[in-house]
T-cell receptor
């Protein structure tokens, strides 16, 4: 158990609404990551954090923002959700100095 | 663009045989290499990691790394039906200090009883 909790686990919402996904960790890892996983594309990095209030963009960051006000929590926000953001979202922790990342159970997000 | 390539499969292997999964990567400076297993509808689970050229064994799993050829593989001996899953190769490109992973799209493995 990597001590990662994602919430909600499932969400259905409408285009144009704001959505916030939460990742909570208990292992005090410095690095946290948000990925999306889509058929044919594999896991793609959205944003990551290397400390409280320290974040950076990944390869598919457009339309997403993140915040990290505490070591244990990393939030992913879709300011105005679009159907193209329908996906499975995974949070991960670890990865410092080449160490493995470990994943949460994921959030299945559907935007209608 | 830095890439990780895997054959998407499906790869079908008889129960008890050796399953061989392959991955190539584009960045010669890559330092860390990971194999994750992902069952349908579940999250990726770390199986193996390797940093140095050669083989690394853990139970029925062996990871093989050849940095000169930019190639990493995963061997699964005595394959079991429970090994049926998608296997993701991930590479830390750019070396230590770049704490991001690039993932391949995965190889779907089916073990035939």
């Amino acid at each position: 158990d990597a001590g990662i909790t994602q919430s909600p686990r499932h969400k259905v919402t409408e285009t144009g609404t704001p959505v916030t996904l939460r990742c909570h960790q208990t292992e005090n890892h410095r690095y946290m990551y948000w990925y999306r996983q889509d058929p044919g594309h594999g896991l793609r990095l959205i944003h990551y954090s290397y400390g409280v209030k320290d974040t950076d963009k990944g390869e598919v960051s457009d339309g997403y923002s993140v915040s990290r006000s505490k070591t244990e929590d990393f939030l992913l926000t879709l300011e105005s959700a679009t159907s193209s953001q329908t996906s499975v979202y995974f949070c991960a922790t670890g990865g410092t100095r080449g160490q493995p990342q470990h994943f949460g159970d994921g959030t299945r997000l559907s935007i209608l | 663009q830095k890439e990780v390539e895997q054959n998407s499969g499906p790869l079908s292997v008889p129960e008890g045989a050796i399953a061989s999964l392959n991955c190539t990567y584009s960045d010669r400076g890559s330092q860390s290499f990971f194999w994750y297993r992902q069952y349908s509808g579940k999250s990726p689970e770390l199986i193996m990691f390797i940093y140095s050229n050669g083989d690394k064994e853990d139970g029925r799993f062996t990871a093989q790394l050849n940095k000169a050829s930019q190639y990493v593989s995963l061997l699964i001996r005595d394959s079991q039906p429970s090994d049926s899953a998608t296997y993701l190769c991930a590479v830390n490109m750019g070396g230590f200090g770049n704490e991001k992973l690039t993932f391949g799209t995965g190889t779907r493995l089916t073990i035939i009883p």
